[in-house]
């Protein structure tokens, strides 16, 4: 296996990459400003701020977890099996965990001060923590199977019952009564009764989640990428000197 | 006090962001590093005769 498309030899990095980098960054810095400058809601005061980032951070987590499905689906058939595709469920697996998790962490930090708690077992939450614990098995299982092709098929089985929890998690809104408030998704049409200013930066917190996801995607395969490469010429080294040894062995025992 | 709920959201969610892609952009210089470089830094010019060299950024097509 040869190094990844358009990448160098000193870093992961390429023009296209170092493109979307910086929309990413520019549109992440913009959200933040804006955020942090939206006007304090009659209900919840300047806590409502946080809307710029924490419903953005789910929705890159859903991304994630959707995409490791949709490659670890396209593994598993055999018409379109190719390393690759285990790949990239593998990078955005791991994007999608730390997404999770940030999306658990600003929840709590929200819930604090509006529910009076850090934490509660809401429908929403759990499913939400339910979903990190089942990709974290996920990113463990990998760990687990040395042989690459084994490690894939079960890896891509695992993904796609985890993933199941995402539409419980994005759904448990409407299908029990939970203290957390409606899906945020729902929002953003016309019809809605959120202001225009938290709309659109909430929106604007949407796809710069989006791009930082992308461009973390992009590095992280591309790391996956030259780990298996790695592994593969530490392998093969290993084996001419075994040979070499071999050989001598030989030579000694014919002598 | 609300403030600093607020700024401790914003401010786990962009230090936790930046760590990650810090790491992530680390290792892949080392890795790149370790490897013998069979194709010069992206933009820098032409590859060598290497058939899967080509330019591009996506993720999915190195195959």
Redesign the interface.
Known sequence: MSRPPGVGTRNTASAGSTLLGAAAFVSLATTVVLGLRLPPTREQGTYARLIAIHPPLAWAAYVAFGLTAMASALWLWRRTRAPKWDRLAAASAEIGVVFCALTLVTGSIWGRPTWGVWWTWDARLTSTALLLALFLGYMALRRVAYDPEARARRSAVAALIAVADVPIVHFSVDWWRTLHQGRSLAQLTPQSDLDGSYMAVMLLGFCAMTLVYAWLLLHRYRVEALEERLEAEGLDVALEERRGEAAVVRAGAAS | ???G??????G???G??GL??VR??R???V?????P????????GPAPA?A??????A?????
Do not use: K, N
């Open positions: 006090m609300s403030g709920y607020v700024l401790a959201g914003y786990i969610t962009v936790s962001l990650y892609a992530v952009l290792r892949g210089r890795l790149s590093r370790s490897l470089g069979d194709v010069p830094l992206a933009g820098a290497a899967d060299a080509s330019p591009a950024p993720p999915a097509g190195d195959e």
